[in-house]
């Protein structure tokens, strides 16, 4: 059999290609991750890679509704004052992955219906502990904003968690 006749097989490889999308976002953010990188990383071929992801922006929107996925279950059933330093030590944890969820690409997520479900869900548990649309507005607006100032060094805090504690609790 010649290898053009082999079945393709690699197991999991939409995975891998995230996986690998992962450690570029946490290495160098959103600008480091390209299909060719992931798909070298995943040990395959870059045309293999487009078996599952279109271009760049369709993988970097699988990654992030994977991750509004993560973001969502750090936030479900915690009462609404628990989700605010939840909210900000995820993204203290994953400043690549938080960026790239928040970034530009969720303006363009209506005609990626994967991340758009994937970011309401992760917004219906904030709206569902809250006691009205305007206070989970208010909230959001409030741990967004200090997320933000805190990974861009707006606010110096050689302890972030201590700047967390004080605001949120």
Not at 60 to 73: I, T
Not at 101 to 107: I, N, S, V
Not at 114 to 120: D, F, R, T, V
Request: proline letters at 7%.
């Amino acid at each position: 059999m010649s290898t053009s006749e082999k079945p393709y097989h690699h197991g999991d490889l939409r995975s891998a290609l995230l996986d690998a999308a992962d450690a570029l976002l946490d290495q160098g953010g959103d600008g480091a991750v390209s299909l060719r990188e992931a798909a070298r990383m995943a040990g395959v071929s870059a045309t293999a890679a487009y078996r599952h992801f279109a271009d760049k922006e369709a993988l970097l929107a699988a990654l992030a509704a994977r991750h509004f996925a993560e973001f969502g279950a750090a936030l479900a059933g915690k009462p609404l004052p628990e989700m605010g330093p939840a909210y900000v030590r995820f993204a203290l944890a994953r400043p690549g992955r938080f960026r790239l969820m928040f970034g530009p690409l969720l303006r363009r997520a209506g005609g990626r219906p994967p991340l758009s479900e994937a970011a309401g869900a992760a917004f219906a548990a904030l709206n569902a502990a809250a006691p009205s649309p305007e206070a989970a507005l208010r909230a959001w607006a409030l741990v967004h904003g200090l997320a933000h100032l805190l990974l861009d060094g707006a606010i110096p805090a050689e302890d972030p968690e201590a700047v967390v504690a004080r605001l949120l609790t």
